[in-house]
């Protein structure tokens, strides 16, 4: 596998152009996240699961400062008063609202403070040597969580109620046919990476796995055949659910998937964004928690696959039984691979991006939706916490579930092969999808 930088072997400049790209898109998102809504509603918190925006926005200049102005920088504090304000392990979010938060005014003069110190920082670094600085490693990581909060201010403007405020062009329609099936082989390929320069401490390291051969869909579930399971009873029949996920079907009332509405016709809407939408039956369903990923492997006979599974499936190509950045090869995403850098806000239809393909033929592993995979979040062998154990040592071992893939809300700079996302499997209100597997019947091996 090839990594796209490293500064050396790169010319040095070049890497900080492209960190200050990454850093000033994060940042261009951000705002434009935050500036769409008056002070009242970035105040407000329009869902007990999310913090009011305003919290985000001044969260995103604290670690900044913490990591890039004080840790690399070696400077003074820019406001050492609101370091435990802003700390995510110390409040909880249905709790901030509550907090003597800076308003929107304050918190963007923050990070704009914060910011400008960064640029300078940037500059008199060598970018070389300390881990955590070498090949820009620091500065990564903060762009990453940047575009992470964007992710989660997404979702916040999704369950906000009012009046739309965003806008972007409509998602590709289908483009090529895509339906069946793929058939992974056997064997072993390697696993996460060791070399990425900005992967994150749980993308390693780099270790050989062996897969089992197995049967992956060639596109994700779409709405149309996710509304033939709810047709055909499938909230409502107990032995398509684990115990616990008809528990929390029960407790939660969970009838479709959130944000779907059914008019006295028959025909299911969907919100998004403040916009009521007829469902586009060959989108990627959107919105359901694993246990309702479950539930549909089952009525569908098949299973959800493994975060090993899924990752051979998006990095193993078979003709040179090598192991690529992502299921199009090495190249970065772009407009013609991907739906990703929240650039539609919605997801493509299946088929709207042949060239993002895996050499195996499946499609739209990478953007759109993320996928939720049947594994629990635990550490590969040989883990080390790096450069702090809160960013995932401490969420190992938990109820959490493995996403995969990223979605249309994810940028590229925290989307690759072997990027991995979790979440608890109640979750509903981020941008996720699933894929189903199945193991191969004898014949088939």
Same mark, same amino acid.
């Given at each position: 596998?090839?990594?796209?930088?490293?500064?050396?072997? #790169?010319?040095?400049?070049?890497?900080?152009?492209?960190?200050?790209?990454?850093?000033?898109?994060?940042?261009?998102?951000?705002?434009?996240?935050?500036?769409?809504?008056?002070?009242?509603?970035?105040?407000?918190?329009?869902?007990?699961?999310?913090?009011?925006?305003?919290?985000?926005?001044?969260?995103?200049?604290?670690?900044?400062?913490?990591?890039?102005?004080?840790?690399?920088?070696?400077?003074? /504090?820019?406001?050492?008063?609101?370091?435990?304000?802003?700390?995510?392990?110390?409040?909880?979010?249905?709790?901030?609202?509550?907090?003597?938060?800076?308003? /929107?005014?304050?918190?963007?003069?923050?990070?704009?403070?914060?910011?400008?110190?960064?640029?300078?920082?940037?500059?008199?670094? &060598?970018?070389?040597?300390?881990?955590?600085?070498?090949?820009?490693?620091?500065?990564?990581?903060?762009?990453?969580?940047?575009?992470?909060?964007?992710?989660?201010?997404?979702?916040?403007?999704?369950?906000?109620?009012?009046?739309?405020?965003?806008?972007?062009?409509?998602?590709?329609?289908?483009?090529?046919?895509?339906?069946?099936?793929?058939?992974? %082989?056997? +064997?072993?390929?390697?696993?996460?990476?060791?070399?990425?320069?900005?992967?994150?401490?749980?993308?390693?390291?780099?270790?050989?796995?062996?897969?089992?051969?197995?049967?992956?869909?060639?596109?994700?579930? &779409?709405?149309?055949?996710?509304?033939?399971?709810?047709?055909?009873?499938?909230?409502?029949?107990?032995?398509?659910?684990? #115990?616990?996920?008809?528990?929390?079907?029960?407790?939660?009332?969970?009838?479709? %998937?959130?944000?779907?509405?059914?008019?006295?016709?028959?025909?299911?809407?969907?919100?998004?964004?403040?916009?009521?939408?007829?469902?586009?039956?060959?989108?990627?369903?959107?919105?359901?928690?694993?246990?309702?990923?479950?539930?549909?492997?089952?009525?569908? +006979?098949?299973?959800?696959? &493994?975060?090993?599974?899924?990752?051979?499936?998006?990095?193993?190509? /078979?003709?040179?039984?090598?192991?690529?950045?992502?299921?199009?090869?090495?190249?970065?995403?772009?407009?013609?691979?991907?739906?990703?850098?929240?650039?539609?806000?919605?997801?493509?239809?299946?088929?709207?991006?042949?060239?993002?393909?895996?050499?195996?033929?499946?499609?739209?592993?990478?953007?759109?939706?993320?996928?939720?995979?049947?594994?629990?979040?635990?550490?590969?062998?040989?883990?080390?916490?790096?450069?702090?154990?809160?960013?995932? #040592?401490?969420?190992?071992?938990?109820?959490?579930?493995?996403?995969?893939?990223?979605?249309?809300?994810? #940028?590229?700079?925290?989307?690759?092969?072997?990027?991995?996302?979790?979440?608890? /499997?109640?979750?509903?209100?981020?941008?996720? +999808?699933?894929?189903?597997?199945?193991?191969?019947?004898?014949?088939?091996?």
């Amino acid at each position: 596998m090839t990594t796209h930088f490293s500064a050396p072997t #790169d010319d040095v400049e070049r890497l900080r152009d492209r960190i200050a790209s990454a850093l000033a898109r994060a940042r261009a998102r951000t705002l434009g996240l935050t500036d769409a809504l008056d002070e009242s509603e970035l105040v407000a918190q329009h869902s007990r699961l999310m913090s009011p925006l305003v919290w985000d926005l001044a969260h995103i200049g604290n670690q900044e400062e913490l990591w890039l102005v004080r840790d690399v920088g070696g400077r003074e /504090p820019v406001r050492a008063d609101i370091d435990e304000l802003y700390d995510a392990f110390k409040h909880a979010r249905a709790n901030r609202p509550g907090l003597p938060l800076l308003d /929107p005014a304050q918190a963007r003069d923050y990070v704009g403070t914060v910011r400008d110190k960064v640029w300078d920082v940037l500059d008199r670094n &060598t970018l070389r040597g300390d881990p955590l600085v070498r090949d820009g490693f620091a500065f990564g990581m903060i762009a990453q969580h940047e575009q992470q909060h964007d992710e989660t201010m997404l979702a916040t403007h999704q369950l906000r109620a009012g009046e739309a405020v965003l806008s972007a062009p409509p998602a590709p329609t289908t483009l090529t046919p895509v339906d069946g099936e793929i058939i992974v %082989p056997a +064997g072993e390929f390697v696993m996460g990476t060791s070399t990425h320069p900005w992967a994150l401490d749980n993308e390693r390291p780099a270790h050989p796995v062996h897969v089992d051969a197995f049967a992956l869909d060639a596109a994700p579930i &779409t709405n149309a055949q996710y509304a033939a399971f709810v047709d055909d009873g499938g909230y409502d029949r107990a032995e398509l659910w684990s #115990d616990r996920g008809w528990a929390h079907r029960r407790e939660a009332g969970l009838v479709a %998937p959130q944000f779907w509405e059914r008019d006295p016709s028959g025909q299911w809407w969907r919100r998004v964004f403040g916009v009521m939408t007829p469902l586009r039956p060959r989108q990627p369903v959107v919105h359901v928690c694993w246990y309702e990923a479950e539930a549909y492997a089952r009525w569908a +006979g098949k299973r959800l696959p &493994t975060e090993a599974e899924w990752e051979k499936a998006a990095r193993f190509d /078979p003709a040179t039984e090598s192991t690529r950045e992502y299921p199009w090869g090495d190249a970065e995403p772009d407009a013609d691979t991907a739906n990703l850098g929240q650039r539609h806000l919605e997801p493509a239809e299946v088929g709207a991006y042949p060239k993002g393909a895996s050499p195996a033929g499946a499609h739209q592993l990478i953007g759109d939706v993320w996928e939720w995979t049947a594994s629990g979040f635990e550490p590969y062998p040989g883990f080390r916490a790096f450069p702090y154990a809160e960013y995932s #040592d401490v969420f190992f071992g938990g109820d959490y579930r493995v996403l995969r893939g990223g979605s249309f809300g994810t #940028d590229p700079v925290a989307c690759r092969g072997t990027f991995r996302n979790w979440d608890h /499997p109640i979750r509903r209100q981020i941008f996720a +999808g699933f894929r189903l597997a199945r193991d191969l019947r004898p014949e088939e091996r």
